[in-house]
């Protein structure tokens, strides 16, 4: 009989082992790629939001590296090969296109957000160096490809508008403006089979382009690669990968047959229950389905062979039974009985006192026959004490919230011969009055006639667990900061009161919300990256992200976050919006001279040392003009110094005016400005001082009347330091205002002038 019960509490153990390992397998690998759809949703949400808003604001001067754009006229396209060999081709994809590179107009704008894509393409690329390519096609008929690659191996060709991952985005297919994953299809790169996350970049109702993610369906094998048979479809019934090699394109009876399904039950096993293991058919199936991306990952186990594999593992126990009872008959008659009763026992003891949970073992009267050191030290009770007491005598189970005693599991499953597990909300009091929380189940003992002979109930400490719930709530009831709990998911679980004053929201409304939903968009991918680095267990510290209050208004929020014990972020933060808006009228005051609210002189000296290497390294030319109202000492003796205030600030606007917005101008001092003009060589220089010169001539001002300027410009010589390019143009500003004013006078070399 004791062997019947050691053979079924060991099967039964090792049965539900399996089907919790098989359970918890599934479930790690399904939040595995759960964070990488998320992740991938994330940045390319924000890249879409980023896109719509340059286009909303336009594109104030030219990336850095559009100079290393070359076209050539041969095959009538352009490139960024300039940059191969260079530091800056691990800075940029190639931007490979049809036609000549625009000197001006939306497409220069177009491809300057592709530029500055490349500055999120290489921050997500360096920590998730899966991704196979980050890249932006535009309708315009070019594509920006990160990481570089060579024109040679790959460049952009109209066909590509027509694969997968530009089709499924554009306004035809895509009207509501959605990210999309696209099916499955061969890599024009050569990376072989690939999937897409695409979203459609729109200038107002104008379609742009598609900024898109590959990953492919080798890597995603890699991610749900298991000892057990699993597969991640499409919607459409194709397999995107298996767990144990890389597959497409299936048709529906295909993929019946691969899974081992009959064709009749798979419409029922796409319907089972999300996230737990059921049965369909011998199987033990787990199902799960992901709201960012049309997909669902099975993972399936024959149930033969998670019932083999337990019937294995009690095995031993069985052959070491049975050869007990063969050695005690070779004892004397009248010992055999008690002999083989004491091994019997031994061995089943042994057994329970090598399980980490707690065993009680009661008979068909209820009372207690077996208990091991684990339940003895839950209960309080010895085995010697609680032989023979009824079980309820023993286990004084209670429920956690209304602290009243809960029903007998033992009697129960003796009464209704069905088996139990328990939930989340006892208490097990020890005979000196400790409390632990446990989860546990009971289950009856069928002897060799097939009747209830006995229950076994076994049970385990979750103290931990439920410890965890109370400590955050502790943790909110310090009212010093803003304090939340966030769980790794980035979902709100709980907030403080002095969290709801400031953003407005209370706990019910934010429960469930990811906290990226509050996030200012141009600071969602810094809280990502923040976010990744607390689930590697670091502890980030002072970190300021905008949020969004409930009335619509936006606070800058310092944030102080660590990871718990258990699956939960605990975050303290403060509101530091008055400072944050005290640094930037500070930082303004560095950058902006206060009257004319253009650039000042000190902001000019810190660009211009950046601006000049960047014409080293493109070769191009770039020019300044120097400029200076005339008679404006007699502005200020006549009208008085507001007047002459006046005057720059009407002054600095007619200039801003006349200028491209990749010009940048400064005021320089008293009233005196200087406008930098990259990629302008002397004769374009000229040109766009005459027009200011004349702008400012006829520019009539109500009170003052006519006013005129006097222009120096310079085109900077090969490696001139800017301290000689200066004295240049301010010699030949000299020379204006001495040689009639109301002019502009070039200097090309020292001893060479040109009026206009």
Request: hydrophobic fraction near 40%.
């Amino acid at each position: 009989m004791l062997s019947v019960v050691v053979v079924s509490i060991s099967y039964y153990s090792k049965y539900n082992s399996l089907i919790d390992e098989f359970e918890n397998t599934a479930m790690s690998k399904e939040f595995l790629l759960r964070e990488h759809i998320r992740m991938s949703s994330n940045f390319i949400k924000s890249m879409m939001i980023h896109g719509n808003t340059f286009f909303e604001h336009g594109s104030s001067s030219d990336s850095e590296f559009y100079g290393l754009l070359k076209y050539d006229p041969k095959s009538d396209s352009f490139s960024m090969d300039a940059a191969e060999g260079t530091p800056q081709e691990k800075a940029v994809g190639n931007i490979t296109g049809l036609g000549e590179i625009p000197e001006s107009g939306k497409v220069r704008d177009e491809l300057n957000l592709a530029l500055q894509y490349n500055k999120f393409f290489g921050s997500h690329y360096e920590k998730f160096p899966e991704v196979a390519w980050l890249y932006y096609t535009s309708e315009n008929n070019f594509v920006n490809m990160y990481p570089w690659i060579s024109s040679k191996d790959f460049t952009f060709l109209e066909k590509l508008k027509t694969v997968e991952f530009y089709k499924i985005a554009n306004p035809l297919h895509n009207p509501f403006r959605r990210i999309v994953w696209s099916p499955a299809y061969i890599d024009e790169a050569g990376k072989g089979t690939m999937i897409t996350l695409s979203a459609p970049i729109y200038d107002k109702d104008n379609f742009k382009g598609v900024v898109s993610l590959d990953l492919t369906t080798a890597w995603l094998a890699k991610i749900i690669a298991s000892d057990y048979e699993g597969y991640l479809i499409e919607d459409t019934n194709s397999i995107l990968s298996v767990s144990h090699s890389r597959i497409s394109n299936v048709s529906d009876s295909e993929l019946d047959a691969l899974m081992k399904i009959p064709a009749k039950d798979f419409e029922k096993l796409k319907k089972l229950k999300l996230n737990e293991v059921q049965i369909l058919d011998g199987y033990y199936i787990y199902l799960a389905s992901f709201s960012e991306a049309p997909w669902k990952l099975f993972y399936i186990v024959p149930m033969w062979l998670v019932a083999g594999k337990a019937a294995a593992s009690a095995l031993p126990i069985l052959l070491i039974s049975v050869f007990l009872i063969i050695s005690m008959n070779q004892i004397e008659k009248r010992k055999k009985s008690e002999e083989l009763l004491k091994r019997e026992k031994e061995l089943l003891e042994t057994t329970f006192f090598s399980i980490a949970e707690g065993i009680i073992v009661a008979d068909k009267a209820g009372r207690i026959t077996l208990m091991n050191a684990v339940a003895e030290k839950y209960t309080g009770w010895t085995k010697e004490e609680a032989l023979g007491r009824d079980f309820h005598e023993v286990y004084n189970n209670i429920n956690i919230e209304t602290r009243e005693r809960r029903y007998n599991p033992v009697a129960h499953v003796l009464e209704t011969g069905k088996n139990i597990r328990s939930d989340r909300y006892i208490s097990l009091i020890s005979r000196d009055g400790s409390e632990s929380y446990i989860l546990g189940s009971a289950a009856g003992i069928i002897s060799d006639a097939g009747e209830l002979s006995g229950v076994v109930v076994s049970f385990r400490d979750i103290t931990k667990e439920y410890e965890q719930e109370r400590e955050i709530a502790e943790f909110l009831n310090i009212n010093l900061d803003m304090l939340c709990v966030v769980d790794t998911d980035g979902k709100f679980h709980k907030v403080n009161k002095r969290f709801e004053e400031i953003l407005g929201y209370n706990t019910e409304e934010l429960e469930g919300r990811s906290i990226l939903s509050l996030v200012h968009k141009d600071d969602t991918m810094f809280m990502l990256n923040v976010y990744r680095e607390l689930l590697e267990n670091k502890t980030v510290s002072a970190f300021t992200a905008r949020c969004r209050c409930k009335d619509g208004s936006e606070r800058y929020i310092e944030w102080h976050a660590q990871i718990g014990s258990g699956k939960y972020i605990y975050s303290s933060a403060r509101d530091v919006t008055e400072k944050r808006v005290l640094e930037e009228r500070l930082r303004m005051s560095a950058t902006k001279d206060e009257l004319t609210s253009l650039y000042n002189r000190h902001f000019f000296e810190s660009i211009i040392a950046q601006q000049t290497g960047m014409a080293d390294i493109t070769g191009e030319a770039i020019s300044i003009a120097l400029i200076d109202l005339d008679q404006f000492k007699q502005v200020n003796d006549t009208w008085g110094h507001p007047a002459g205030d006046e005057l720059l600030k009407s002054t600095a606007q007619t200039i801003e005016r006349t200028l491209r917005k990749s010009d940048i101008l400064a005021r320089f001092g008293g009233e005196e400005f200087i406008v930098l003009m990259p990629k302008t060589s002397i004769e374009g220089a000229v040109a766009a001082s005459e027009k200011i010169r004349s702008a400012i001539e006829i520019h009539m001002h109500p009170t003052m009347g006519k006013q005129t300027a006097s222009i120096g410009v310079a085109e900077r010589a090969e490696s001139e330091a800017f301290s000689s390019w200066y004295a240049r143009v301010d010699e030949a500003l000299y020379r204006a205002k001495h040689g009639g004013r109301n002019c502009v006078v070039v200097a090309r070399e020292p001893d060479r002038e040109y009026h206009s």
